[in-house]
């Protein structure tokens, strides 16, 4: 690819005025004179079909978020990999030709504009999806004990909603909540997520905040895949009104959101964590049926153990079954 580097945003623009638009623009955020996302702004008033790329050093959820609302196509943050950062300018330039494309669908014929813009949107949706898909698995390899636990999740908490009698469409999106389910955790201090004793009241608080983030993050799924902003925001709530971030009690908690906490609880019961060894099966089964009607909802974990009869075979192994849809 050819390419032209400048050094600092305020020079950017003037190169720009001077030889329009270029396909791609990739940008830090803290820079002298002009900070990277006024640049962005900028840039988005005036090219709006230029595709924008911001790489930085200082991973913020809330940074990231703006970046993506003010119209970034991707958020990097260093150190990057090379393939990584491969992929990520190949979608951006996909998005960027699908934005050009759009335009040209805009000036045709309606019924080939509404034909070919449901697909547009489809494939959007599917790339916005596979970089949250990507992100989840990065945070995962920042702690080596949690590898594989969104997938798990996503099993667990499918098998036990076709217990509980759901199909189809509901399944489809459980499946995505579990994997998502903590994807605001990616704006948490890696000496928070890896502490290996007790949390401060203070870390807790920031542990805390990864549902709210994570629904932030989310919010272009909102009106096609509700119940996974449900599961990411509410599978920390308890049935007795002790969880967080909203106190809900009982049935006021997302029923999709109580499958997942009891997935979410089980797997990290059975898993080595930073701060603790894992539990065997029983002993993890025998916590949720304690815990029934106050931190669970009994239903769900008596659908979950319907699920998985068969302690021999649990913890479950991430590469020998994804979290299948079919009932």
């Not at 932030?216 to 971030?245: A, C, K, M």
């Not at 997302?254 to 089980?266: K, N, Y």
């Not at 909802?297 to 998985?308: G, H, N, T, Y």
Request: charged share 30%; proline share 6%.
């Amino acid at each position: 690819m050819a390419t032209v580097e400048v050094e600092s945003a305020t020079s950017a623009l003037e190169w720009l005025e001077r030889q329009g638009p270029v396909p791609l623009l990739i940008s830090d955020i803290y820079m002298p004179e002009m900070d990277g996302i006024e640049l962005l702004r900028r840039v988005r008033r005036s090219w709006p079909d230029m595709a924008v790329l911001v790489i930085t050093g200082v991973a913020e959820v809330g940074t990231a978020v703006e970046c993506l609302q003010q119209g970034a196509l991707d958020y990097l943050a260093k150190p990057v990999q090379l393939e990584e950062v491969r992929a990520r300018i190949h979608n951006a330039l996909e998005r960027h030709r699908l934005a050009l494309e759009n335009r040209y669908l805009q000036q045709s014929y309606q019924e080939r504009l509404e034909a070919q813009l449901r697909e547009l949107v489809s494939r959007n949706k599917e790339m916005f999806l596979g970089q949250i898909q990507m992100a989840v698995r990065m945070l995962e390899k920042k702690d080596v004990y949690t590898r594989g636990h969104s997938n798990r999740v996503a099993v667990y908490a499918v098998k036990t909603a076709v217990q509980m009698g759901y199909t189809g469409e509901m399944l489809d999106q459980i499946r995505l909540g579990g994997e998502l389910h903590d994807i605001g955790k990616i704006g948490t201090r890696d000496e928070v997520l890896n502490k290996p004793g007790p949390l401060t009241p203070d870390e807790f608080e920031e542990i805390k905040k990864h549902v709210v983030e994570g629904e932030e993050i989310l919010e272009p799924l909102r009106r096609e895949h509700p119940l996974v902003l449900d599961i990411v925001r509410s599978h920390h709530e308890r049935i007795d009104g002790t969880g967080f971030p909203d106190r809900l009690t009982g049935d006021t908690i997302p029923v999709v959101a109580r499958m997942v906490a009891v997935a979410d609880a089980f797997d990290a019961m059975t898993t080595s964590r930073a701060y603790r060894p894992s539990r065997s099966p029983g002993e993890a089964f025998d916590e949720l049926e304690r815990c029934a009607g106050t931190h669970f909802d009994p239903p769900v974990v008596s659908a979950f153990q319907r699920a998985f009869p068969d302690l021999e075979r649990l913890p479950i192994n991430p590469g020998d079954q994804r979290p299948s849809t079919d009932s």
